[in-house]
């Protein structure tokens, strides 16, 4: 697809889908005859892992255009007749050609959605976490930001300094002995004043998100006591949280896609004081294992 050209037979809005001249494969990082497991793991670790609101403001921008490259590759790759249509054509534009309904901005809504899930975060967590890949990529992050660990959280994905500080210098530390990483000063030297602090940002962003948390079992409560339908567990709840927080505030997902092919609200303030993903991802954790060790109640089916 040329630059600057507008697919109008696949966008059922003002919106258009980026213009992608790189190859699809390369982008997920996956072989061209890659299954279709093989392709989904990819995206979800890909998508993760260029989260937009894991980067700083001034490469915000370029975030939000690699994440649509993403979501793009997947759309097509994921679905066996456009991948058949990009595999002879080698164009995203051939690709959509025939789904003449389709809304690109409906579908990277739902990607990005998806990435709110909370089962579905849950469950890559659990293999990622502790695995070769995050040691390469936290020690990756830690040579990136040679040693600051403020840049080294807000570049690994699913980090939370409240969970891991720990185990992440020990095994910074331990390539540093091993002579794989140098021993930048910012870290070896790092002043505790700063240690303190990020500690206790991580703290209130763990306090307000258990504040929010508490609103959604209140409100949960009290639309049992009135006869609502309460099947839906509250982790669920906690994902519906999240996504009106992130719509809120002005600076997550959804609200920069507005920011960034609508009408710009002019709400960019806020944004630190928020908590984090990371603050929300531990939230639910703590929820799910509470749950977990509670026998089933009548409301529960599952």
Not at 178 to 193: C, I, K, M
């Amino acid at each position: 697809m040329a630059k600057g050209a507008k697919p109008e037979q696949h966008h059922a809005s003002d919106e258009e889908m980026p213009s992608i001249e790189e190859n699809l494969y390369k982008i997920l990082g996956v072989a061209s005859d890659a299954t279709t497991d093989a392709i989904k793991s990819a995206y979800k670790k890909s998508a993760l892992r260029n989260h937009p609101d894991k980067v700083s403001e001034d490469a915000r921008e370029e975030a939000n255009a690699k994440f649509q490259r993403i979501a793009l590759a997947y759309g097509v790759l994921s679905d066996p007749r456009r991948r058949n249509i990009y595999d002879r054509t080698g164009s995203t534009d051939e690709a959509f050609g025939e789904d003449g309904d389709f809304n690109w901005m409906d579908f990277y809504r739902e990607q990005l959605s998806a990435m709110l899930d909370k089962r579905a975060i849950s469950d890559f967590q659990k293999k990622y976490q502790n695995s070769d890949e995050e040691k390469k990529d936290l020690l990756a992050a830690y040579t990136t930001h040679e040693g600051d660990m403020d840049g080294i959280y807000e570049t690994v994905m699913l980090s939370n300094v409240l969970d891991d500080d720990e185990r992440f210098r020990a095994i910074i530390d331990q390539a540093i002995a091993d002579g794989e990483v140098e021993d930048f000063e910012d870290y070896s030297q790092e002043p505790e004043a700063k240690k303190k602090q990020r500690v206790k940002k991580a703290q209130k962003e763990a306090k307000e998100a258990e504040k929010l948390a508490k609103k959604i079992e209140d409100k949960k409560k009290k639309e049992a006591a009135k006869g609502s339908k309460g099947s839906e567990s509250s982790l669920d709840d906690l994902q519906a949280m999240i996504t009106k927080r992130q719509q809120d505030r002005g600076a997550g997902f959804l609200a920069r896609l507005e920011e960034k092919y609508a009408q710009p609200t002019g709400r960019k303030r806020g944004v630190e004081d928020e908590p984090s993903e990371e603050a929300f991802a531990a939230v639910g954790a703590r929820k799910q294992s509470k749950e977990g060790a509670k026998p089933k109640s009548k409301r529960s089916k599952a």
